[in-house]
T-cell receptor, first 114, second 110 residues
Framework: KAGVTQTPRYLIKTRGQQVTLSCSPI?????VSWYQQTPGQGLQFLFE???????NKGNFPGRFSGRQFSNSRSEMNVSTLELGDSALYLC?????????????FGPGTRLLVL | EDQVTQSPEALRLQEGESSSLNCSYT??????LFWYRQDPGKGPEFLFT???AGEEKEKERLKATLTKKESFLHITAPKPEDSATYLC???????????FGAGTTVTVRA
């Protein structure tokens, strides 16, 4: 089974621009979560989608948004980029079954904001 | 708020020298505790999920255990390829997000 895929793998943007990152979950997985990883803050939760509905959102400003499509693919968008948005953005997919749910991560998109 | 603390921050081992990593947590009702391995520049790779105190899981040289307040990841007779950052995360009941610790970076020298 193919794993979680993320595109693009690397991005360089300048302050003020916006960016869209894409995530394709493992086939059959309906939940997609996004995380930001930085050396200073570690892995922090951005938001989670299930069947096209956002079920949970982390403590990030409104510049960070996302969506999920009917085929479970997900995108996240960051508008008005700031230098501090430079990070590894990770997508994880899962197939919740009752109370058990394991999230599987993709390789990430490395974003550098100049 | 869920809190996860991992120790030590870094661990340098000689090949074959067994050791343990600690993950202490506070969470309002544990849904699951997860261990991941992350290599530089890559996404976290799933290792184990533990759901209840007393549970243990093994995979090759790794063994994870869980109590009501902490989890241990035991590395038995490590090899250089076990060098990585090991991440612990918890998921609270009725929640969908993972709360991660800062990780333990393990370096195994041949």
């Amino acid at each position: 089974k193919a794993g979680v895929t993320q595109t693009p793998r690397y991005l360089i943007k300048t302050r003020g621009q916006q960016v869209t990152l894409s995530c394709s979950p493992i086939s059959g997985h309906r939940s997609v979560s996004w995380y930001q990883q930085t050396p200073g803050q570690g892995l922090q939760f951005l938001f989670e989608y299930f069947s096209e509905t956002q079920r949970n959102k982390g403590n990030f400003p409104g510049r960070f948004s996302g969506r999920q499509f009917s085929n479970s693919r997900s995108e996240m968008n960051v508008s008005t980029l700031e230098l501090g948005d430079s990070a590894l953005y990770l997508c994880a997919s899962s197939n919740p079954q009752g109370s058990q749910e394991t999230q599987y991560f993709g390789p990430g998109t490395r974003l550098l904001v100049l | 708020e869920d809190q996860v603390t991992q120790s030590p921050e870094a661990l340098r081992l000689q090949e074959g020298e067994s050791s343990s990593l600690n993950c202490s947590y506070t969470v309002s009702g544990l849904r699951g505790l997860f261990w991941y391995r992350q290599d530089p520049g890559k996404g976290p790779e799933f290792l184990f999920t533990l759901y209840s105190a007393g549970e243990e899981k093994e995979k090759e040289r790794l063994k994870a255990t869980l109590t009501k307040k902490e989890s241990f990841l035991h590395i038995t007779a490590p090899k250089p390829e076990d060098s990585a950052t090991y991440l612990c995360a918890v998921q609270a009941a009725n929640d969908y997000k993972l709360s991660f610790g800062a990780g333990t970076t393990v370096t195994v020298r041949a």
